[in-house]
């Protein structure tokens, strides 16, 4: 694994009421061209990481935080432009067609999107690229921005759930995307599901009472080995 950290966030706290803090004492760190697995139970705070981190969650304090080593702000273009994510539901430019939001983004970005076909002809979607995405499915939303996202091709590419409403030949097709995304950047992605997270992390972090309690590097990453270590039964 690359030594070299890209992002790393210390003490961060954070709330929508702030008497309840869903993230307590939460710390994280990303290195250059990996893939890394945030696992946890629906409720324990992956998508509210997520919101901070992209800067659409007010409530929250952080005690250090660095971006290539240097401090930075989560809502600044300054780091904005180094990151896409991709929410496990997503109704924003509901009247743009697929194609129309590649433009978008491109040109928001400054950047030209690579391998767009081949990853539409990955997720079957053909279909779809010229319709509205007000009219397209959740599964079809999902995978529109999944391929904005990986053909963008970021420093740090970020999917909350990003198996929620995908077919079985996608999810195939995406975990071979997130496998190899290590080639562009680095990828961080949240789950409950726990194939997700073994079939295609260079490390994980299991996410628990408001922290990282737990992480699994190489061949650590075992189903049985992460089940045990989460307690679960059947959630996963």
């Known amino acids: ?29 990303l290195y250059e061209n990996e893939v890394v697995g945030l696992i ?3 409720g324990a705070g992956k998508t509210t990481f997520l919101k901070v981190l992209t800067g659409l969650l007010k409530g929250f304090e952080v005690s250090d935080k660095k971006y290539k080593g240097k401090d930075f702000d989560f809502r600044k273009n300054s780091f904005k432009k180094d990151r896409y994510i991709v929410f496990a539901e997503d109704r924003a430019f509901q009247y743009f067609t697929f194609r129309e939001y590649l433009t978008y983004v491109s040109g928001a970005y400054k950047k030209k999107l690579e391998g767009v076909n081949e990853l539409v002809a990955g997720f079957h979607f053909e279909k ?32 909350d759930e990003p198996v ?10 995406l975990y071979k995307q997130i496998a190899d995304y290590k080639k562009y950047g680095t990828l961080l992605f ?32 075992k189903p049985e080995v992460i089940r045990e270590a989460l307690q679960y039964e059947d959630d996963i």
């Open 1 to 29: 694994m690359n030594t070299s950290k890209i992002l790393e966030i210390n003490g961060l706290k954070a709330w929508y009421n702030q008497d309840n803090k869903i993230l307590k004492d939460f710390s994280l760190d």
């Open 190 to 221: 949240s789950s409950h599901i726990l194939e997700s997270i073994t079939l295609t992390s260079d490390r994980v972090l299991v996410l628990e009472n408001g922290r990282i309690s737990k992480s699994f590097l190489g061949d650590e990453i």
């Open 128 to 159: 779809y690229e010229n319709t509205l995405l007000k009219d397209l499915s959740t599964g079809n939303q999902k995978k529109a921005f999944l391929i904005t996202g990986f053909a963008l091709r970021p420093e740090i590419l970020l999917l």
């Open 40 to 42: 946890g139970l629906n």
């Open 164 to 173: 929620n409403g995908l077919d079985f030949q996608s999810t195939e097709f």
